[in-house]
């Protein structure tokens, strides 16, 4: 079996969307409250703890944050580090504080701007320089392998 035989749990077909609902891992729709956004976001991202390619997901997501492009919606069971300008109305989907500490994250797109406040540089995952190390998957799984 090849890496690209494998499907990620939002690209089958079940998971897809469709004309009468977004996927759990689309962005929010035109006339949709935030709660609503939230409530189905949060059923993503618990499906994305079960995805043979959540670190896959993980790496492109990261590239795509370190690059300030900014992707709207879940992918690897979170949303993207920054707000684009474009989607200012949407501030409330965005990874603003490291799931570990909940200190404020430095967007990977800013690495060489200096700090501001509090703020920890995010690592991926979702996690800053101090939690990554401990908390992350990767981690997770190099202890396991050892």
């Not at 690209?11 to 469709?18: G, V």
């Not at 909940?102 to 700090?115: A, F, G, I, S, V």
């Not at 690592?123 to 800053?128: F, S």
Request: contains cysteine; proline residues 6%.
């Amino acid at each position: 079996m090849k890496a690209s035989d494998v499907l990620g749990i939002c690209q089958l077909t079940a998971n897809r969307a469709r004309p009468d609902r977004p996927s759990l891992w689309d962005s929010r729709y035109t006339g949709e409250k935030i709660p609503d956004v939230l409530a189905r976001h949060k059923a993503a991202r618990l499906a994305c703890v079960h995805c043979p390619l959540l670190n896959a997901c993980e790496a492109m997501l990261s590239d795509h944050e370190a690059q300030g492009i900014h992707i709207e919606g879940v992918v690897a069971g979170r949303h993207t580090d920054f707000v684009a300008h474009w989607a200012k109305q949407d501030s409330d989907l965005v990874q603003t504080e490291c799931r570990g500490c909940r200190r404020p994250l430095q967007p990977q797109k800013d690495r060489d701007r200096p700090l501001r406040g509090a703020q920890r540089p995010h690592v991926g995952e979702g996690m800053c320089e101090v939690c990554y190390p401990r908390f992350s998957r990767a981690a997770r799984q190099k202890k396991a392998a050892a």
